[in-house]
Structures are given as structure tokens and as C-alpha cells.
């Protein structure tokens, strides 16, 4: 199954955990794979790793999503096709370098 995990946002500077919608954001969630997309009317990067995600540094660093265009929305996708549901997404975090720009988040559950 393919689940949407909601919009994300945070405050630049304030990684925040992609599974921030669940009744327990820091219960385990178990999935296949796990997309991050630029939503459209977003102006900054998005940044995405895992807690100690520090863009200055690249500590936790695992992705930088460019600005989007009228064209292309960029994204960035992790799986490990090998083996069934693998990933814990309460282990991800996004960031932003502007505050009102939030992240698109899916999961792939098997």
C-alpha cells in the first residue's frame, strides 16, 4: 500500500520527524520505502536526514531537494528492495531553509 504521511513542516533550523502526524510520532513505522517531494509553491530547499540533521556540517545529512520550478518537482525516494518493509520512517527527519515551505511525504508498506 501506498500512504500519503501529510505535509510537513517545521522552522528552519528545527528538524522535524516525517511521521510527525501518527498519534505516537516516535512509534516505530515500519515501511518498504519512503518518498520526499518539493511541493509546488515552496521557495527554499528541503533538507532531509535523519535527528541530527545539520546542514552546515552534512552530519545526518541524506538529502537537499532544490527549489522547485514550473517544471519539475524534485524529490528523493529510499528503499531496500531486498527485503520487506526494512525502513523505520520514524527514524527520517525533514528540514527547511524557509518557513512557510513544507514536504510531501509517502510511504510504501508491504
Known amino acids: 500500500m501506498w500512504k500519503s504521511l501529510g505535509y510537513i513542516s517545521t522552522t528552519p533550523g528545527t528538524p522535524q520527524r516525517i511521521t510527525q502526524h501518527e498519534t505516537d510520532p516516535t512509534k516505530m513505522y515500519l515501511c518498504h520505502g519512503i518518498l520526499f517531494q518539493q511541493v509546488r509553491t515552496n521557495t527554499g530547499f528541503i533538507l532531509v536526514g535523519r535527528s541530527a540533521l545539520n546542514e552546515a556540517s552534512g552530519v545526518d545529512l541524506n538529502a ?47
Do not use: F, Q
Not at 93 to 101: E, F, L, N, R, W
Not at 103 to 108: D, G, T
Open 64 to 110: 537537499v531537494l532544490p527549489i522547485p520550478t514550473l517544471n519539475s518537482l524534485p524529490n528523493a525516494t529510499i528503499g531496500i528492495p531486498d527485503s520487506g518493509n526494512p525502513l523505520n520512517a520514524a527514524e527520517y527527519y525533514i528540514d527547511v531553509t524557509v518557513g512557510s515551505d513544507k514536504c510531501l511525504v509517502s510511504v510504501l508498506v508491504l
